[in-house]
């Protein structure tokens, strides 16, 4: 067991002074002959420091006094925080404790600002958080990772439901995000692991639609007229994708150099790994024909961004006379049931649409539709067997019988 830890404000020891010939003050944190010193970037003259306070002799002794009281006792405050966790407190630990705010105390815009912003996440998964910290900061403002408890997550389900009117898909990603930002807490030992308010929640998963467009829709989509050039390169660069099976991001990234021959070679943005797509092999060279209608890559993918893409998209199905939901990941899905009703494997459709797991490829993807069962039991059922005859061959009548 660890002894407390002392405090003591003094002099920067290195004897450093700036061009004003003032010293740094520094905060020691002693503990079973360990020290470390926390700056707290306030400099005074020697001759204007003694006994750990700043003298009168300096105009601003007031000021400085305060901000190293509050400085100790923020420190303090830290210490009794992380016993009352259960965590053993080390001088190591409550300066870093201090310096990025991973404190139970802290609030979840401190937290995602402290943690999320300075990492190596991408900038949507940020994006994400982001959301999530203006989000919860209107429902309970100033909130506390302490304060969240399983009545709070209950309360702000409810909230985002019937005040905010958000729909489940949305409400469950906010659930799994702040899980995410909880959990982060848990593994730097800010929150105890029996503290996780998540461990007595489950959150349902997503209730995807798994909607995709058949050859048939696909063609009625080909061969309709489209006056408009914005419209109709919309929905040229739909069918594109609903050939290679690329992802918008990926999409909107073409160029000139991701063509090599007829094979499109994308690094994906979500996972950085390569995609090799043969556009004279999928769908019978289909994709490599919509490419030549364009001059290079980058004007097929100059839709504009994905809101107004869909918008345009919608349109499209209007004139087509196609009923279902049409949005750009719809083309994805597309490719990836075709594929499998023809009979590709799942690591096949795997390779194509770049998913690092066969498990997201199953799940999300190339599922057995209902047309597919259809199909494989007319095809079962084609030709019904004679059932085998139950009667024995007559015989024919013996010659000792009268």
Known sequence: MLTAINYNITLCRN????RQGQRQLVIELRQDGQRR?????????????????????????????RRLRRTLRRLMELEDEMTDAGQQPTPDRLIDAYRHNLTPSATISEWVASVITPSARKESTKGLYNTLA??????????RLRDINYDLLQRWQNWMRTQQNLG???IIIRMKTLRCL???????????????????IRIPEMKARREHLTMQELQQLEQTPIADRHLSHIRDAFLFC?????????????????????LLVVSQHKTGHS??????????GKPARLLQRYQTPEQLAAVGDNKEANKDLRQVAQLAAISKHLHWHLARHTCATL????????????????????????RHYAETVYEQVQQALLHAFATTPAPPSTQQDAQPPSAEQP
């Open 15 to 18: 004897g450093y002074s700036n």
């Open 168 to 170: 489940e898909n949305t």
């Open 242 to 262: 609903c050939y290679t099976g690329l992802r918008w991001g990926d999409f909107r990234s073409l160029s000139t150099a991701s063509l090599s021959g007829q």
């Open 37 to 65: 010193t926390l700056n707290t970037h306030l400099h005074v003259s020697p001759d204007d420091f003694h006994a750990g306070r700043v003298q009168p002799t300096n105009p601003d002794h007031d000021l400085l006094n």
């Open 134 to 143: 203006t989000n919860i900061e209107t429902f309970a403002p100033g909130l």
């Open 182 to 200: 909880v959990s982060e807490a848990v593994k730097r030992d800010v929150i105890g692991y029996d503290s996780d308010p998540f461990r007595r």
């Open 339 to 362: 594929l499998n009703q023809r009979g590709l494997r799942m690591q096949e459709i795997q390779y194509i649409l770049g998913h690092q797991r066969q498990a997201t490829t199953e």
């Open 275 to 284: 995609l090799r797509i043969p556009l004279d092999t999928l769908f019978g």
